[in-house]
C-alpha cells in the first residue's frame, strides 16, 4: 500500500513513546534524586529511489555492486546514475523512531528538611546502598536508622562507606555530623566514610526503579567529585513547565502525522473507489 | 492501549497520598507534642527497550539504553521528630521534654504507650495521668494533703510536692523517659500515642538529663512541630504535580482519540 501510511504511523508511535515518557516524568515529580529522561528521536536510515527498467540504461537491478556505489553517490550528495538500467532519483525518508531515551542528570533543586540524616549530593556521585540483589546506587539520600542502627535507605537496605560495609549509628542521635566528604562523626567519635561513587561513562548506570540504579557489566565507580550535604534533600529535577510544552508538542506532532495518515487515506480512497470504479 | 495513562495515574495517585499526609499535619497544627511527617516517593520499575553495549552495526554498540519508566509510588511517610515550640502554661502539671526522649504511658490493655504529649492531670486517686486517663508509668501519686499548686518537677524528672502545713516538699516519684534507636520507626496510635515496633528498636529508658535523653520543664507545653508555611508550599506542589499528571492523562486519552477516528 502506500508508502506513506507507514511512514505517518511511526512518527505516530513515536510521539507516543514520547508522551509514555513525559508522563513518567510528571508522576516523578516530588520523587527525591529523580533523574528526567528525555526522549531523542532520529530518522529512519533512508532508502534509495530507482528508476528502473530506464531504456536509456541496461543492466540488472538486483546488481549489489551498483546500489553500492549509488549509495556511495548519495553520501556524497549528487545524484547517480549507476549505468545498470537503474538511475537513482534520489533518497526517500521513512519516519522518525526513538533512538534514545537520556538520562538528564541535571543537579535537582535542594530542600531543607532540617532532618540529620536526610543528605544531599550536590554534584557528580551516588551514594552505594547494598540490597539482595548487590550494590545499587542512588542520589536520593532520605535515610533512616534501622532498628540495627544501621544508615538505611526508606527500603531497609543499608548505606555503604568507603570500605563497603554498613555504617552504624550510636543511640543517641543528637550529635551525628556528616561532613561535605562524607565523614561521620558522633559525638565526636568516627564512624567511618560515606561512599560517594562516581561514573566516567553515562552508559554504566540503568534505573532499576525504587530510586535505584543498577550498575551495568564493567561498570567501574570511581571517587566522585560532588559533595555530601546534611540536612538536605535533592528533588526531582523534572521541570513542570518544560514538559508540559514537550506535551502539548507531542500532541500536535501526532495530530499532524494523522492527518498525513487520513489524507493519504483518502487517496487511497479515492484511487480504490472512483478510478478503480468499473 | 497508552502506558502513559497508567504512568501519570500512578503520578496523580502519589500526589493525593502526599494531600493526605499534608491535610493530617494541617489538622495536627494545634495538637500537643504533635510530630510531623512527610510523604517520599520512588519511582516505579523500568521497562528496558534496548540494553547499553547492544550491537548497532557491524562494529559499533549502543551506548547508552532505552528505558521506560512506569510511573512513581509512596515509599515511605517519614515522621519529622524535631523539637516543637514551646507553650508557657502556668499549670504545675503540664510539663515538655526538651530534647529526645518520650514518657511512658499505661494503656489501658496494659502495654505501654509513648508520647511527648506532657499535659498530665491528677485523676481521682491522684495519680498524674493523660487527658485520656493513661496513668504515667512509673506511676505518681501526689499525696492527699498535698495542694496541688505545690507539685514541682525538676529538670532531671524529680517530682516533689509539699504537705498542707509542712515547710519542706517531699520527694513523691521519679519520671522516666525513653529514647528509641530509630524514633521514626514507631507506630503513632492516635490520641498522641506511639507504639514500639521492630523498626523503632527497644525503648532505653533513662533519667531526664543524663545519656542524651532530654530535660523535663515544669509548666510548659511542646506544641505540634508542624509550619504552616511550609505546609502550604508542599499543598501547592501537591496540587500542581496532581495537575500536571491529570494533563498527562487527558493528552494522552485524546491522542488515543484520534488514532481511533483514523479509521473513518
Known amino acids: 500500500m502506500l508508502r506513506g501510511l507507514y511512514t505517518a504511523a511511526v512518527g505516530m508511535i513515536t510521539e507516543q513513546i514520547r508522551t509514555n515518557t513525559i508522563a513518567n516524568n510528571l508522576a516523578n515529580v516530588n520523587t527525591n534524586g529523580y533523574k528526567k529522561d528525555e526522549t531523542i528521536s532520529e530518522e529512519f536510515q533512508s532508502v534509495l529511489l530507482h528508476r528502473i527498467n530506464d531504456s536509456t540504461q541496461k543492466g540488472n537491478i538486483f546488481d549489489l555492486q551498483n546500489i553500492d556505489t549509488a549509495r556511495n553517490y548519495l553520501l556524497k550528495g549528487t545524484v547517480a546514475d549507476t549505468g545498470s538500467g537503474e538511475a537513482v532519483i534520489g533518497s526517500l525518508g521513512r519516519g522518525a523512531k526513538i533512538a534514545e531515551i537520556a538520562v538528564i542528570r541535571d543537579q535537582g533543586p535542594m530542600e531543607n528538611t532540617g532532618n540529620k540524616l536526610d543528605l544531599a549530593i550536590t554534584g557528580q556521585g551516588y551514594f552505594a546502598i547494598n540490597t539482595p540483589q548487590g550494590v545499587r546506587y542512588t542520589r536520593d539520600g532520605n535515610f533512616y536508622r534501622s532498628a540495627a542502627g544501621q544508615l538505611v535507605t526508606a527500603n531497609n537496605q543499608a548505606v555503604l562507606n568507603t570500605s563497603g560495609g554498613a555504617i552504624n549509628l550510636p543511640a543517641n542521635t543528637d550529635n551525628i555530623a556528616i561532613g561535605a566528604d562524607g565523614t561521620i562523626t558522633a559525638n565526636g567519635n568516627s564512624l567511618g566514610k560515606i561512599e560517594l561513587a562516581g561514573f566516567s561513562d553515562r552508559g554504566a548506570l540503568l534505573k532499576e526503579g525504587d530510586n535505584l540504579y543498577r550498575p551495568q557489566k564493567g561498570a567501574n565507580p570511581q571517587t566522585a567529585t560532588g559533595s555530601i550535604q546534611q540536612g538536605w534533600l535533592e528533588k526531582s529535577n523534572v521541570n513542570v513547565a518544560r514538559e508540559m510544552v514537550k506535551l502539548i508538542n507531542n500532541y500536535r506532532t501526532y495530530e499532524a502525522d494523522s492527518k498525513a495518515l487520513t489524507t493519504q487515506d483518502s487517496l487511497l480512497d479515492k484511487a480504490v473507489n472512483d478510478v478503480g470504479r468499473v | ?264
Open chain 2, 1 to 264: 492501549m497508552m502506558r502513559a495513562l497508567w504512568t501519570a495515574a500512578t503520578g496523580m495517585t502519589t500526589q493525593q497520598q502526599n494531600m493526605d499526609v499534608i491535610s493530617n499535619n494541617l489538622a495536627n497544627v494545634n495538637t500537643t507534642g504533635y510530630k510531623k511527617q512527610r510523604a517520599e516517593f520512588q519511582d516505579l520499575m523500568y521497562q528496558t527497550l534496548r540494553q547499553p553495549g547492544a550491537t548497532s552495526g557491524p562494529n559499533t554498540i549502543y551506548p547508552s539504553a532505552m528505558q521506560a519508566g512506569h510511573g512513581a509510588k509512596l515509599s515511605a511517610t517519614n515522621r519529622i521528630f524535631t523539637q516543637g515550640s514551646y507553650q508557657s502554661t502556668d499549670n504545675k502539671t503540664d510539663m515538655m521534654i526538651d530534647g529526645d526522649g518520650f514518657f511512658q504511658v499505661t494503656m489501658p490493655d496494659g502495654t505501654i504507650g509513648y508520647t511527648r504529649d506532657g499535659s498530665f492531670k491528677l485523676d481521682e486517686t491522684r495519680r498524674l495521668v493523660t487527658s485520656d486517663g493513661y496513668p504515667l508509668e512509673p506511676e505518681i501519686t501526689i499525696p492527699e494533703d498535698a495542694p496541688s499548686d505545690t507539685i514541682t518537677i525538676g529538670s532531671d524528672g524529680t517530682v516533689s510536692a509539699t504537705p498542707a502545713g509542712a515547710d519542706t516538699p517531699e520527694e513523691v516519684g521519679q519520671i522516666t523517659v525513653v529514647r528509641f534507636v530509630n524514633p521514626a520507626g514507631l507506630s503513632a496510635q492516635g490520641k498522641n500515642i506511639f507504639y514500639q515496633t521492630n523498626a523503632s528498636g527497644d525503648p532505653i529508658e533513662s533519667t531526664p538529663g543524663e545519656d542524651g535523653a532530654g530535660t523535663i520543664t515544669q509548666g510548659y507545653l511542646e506544641m505540634s512541630n508542624v509550619q504552616v508555611a511550609d505546609e502550604m508550599v508542599n499543598m501547592i506542589v501537591a496540587q500542581r504535580a496532581y495537575e500536571s499528571n491529570s494533563k498527562a492523562i487527558t493528552t494522552s486519552d485524546a491522542m488515543l482519540e484520534i488514532a481511533n477516528n483514523l479509521k473513518r
